[in-house]
Nanobody
Framework: QVQVVESGGGLVQAGGSLRLSCAAS????????MGWFRQAPGQEREFVAA????????NYANSVKGRFTISRDNAKNTVYLQMNSLKPEDTAVYVCAADGTTGSHYVSDQAYEYSYWGQGTQVTVSS
């Protein structure tokens, strides 16, 4: 079973940048659509971005369009989330997920479509 491990979170000032990484262990997620979600304290989990297995299709939440970029390197079994122009409202635990469907170009923004989830990495943006 694929295990998903995130890294790269931290504390950054507003306007700064961070790059999150999501790596697979115990298997590969190169055939799967990958997504990033986030959850702030007291709030529901929300979709951030997704990328199809080939990288051909991407999908972004309106709140991060133009600021965040999702990418992947299947040779390294890693997915990235480059976050620029960070705002205090981006503060949350960011969680990576794999949809478990081989070869799909569908980039869902629905959490129930994803089968494998990491533990998350904390991102804190100070004002």
């Amino acid at each position: 079973q694929v295990q998903v491990v995130e890294s790269g979170g931290g504390l950054v000032q507003a306007g700064g940048s961070l790059r999150l990484s999501c790596a697979a262990s115990g298997g590969t997620f190169s055939p799967y659509t990958m997504g990033w979600f986030r959850q702030a304290p007291g709030q529901e989990r929300e979709f951030v971005a997704a990328i199809s297995w080939s990288g051909r299709n991407t999908n972004y939440a309106n709140s991060v369009k133009g600021r965040f970029t999702i990418s992947r390197d299947n040779a390294k079994n890693t997915v990235y989330l480059q976050m620029n122009s960070l705002k205090p409202e981006d503060t949350a635990v960011y969680v990576c997920a794999a949809d478990g469907t081989t070869g799909s170009h569908y980039v869902s923004d629905q959490a129930y479509e994803y089968s494998y989830w990491g533990q998350g990495t904390q991102v804190t943006v100070s004002s």
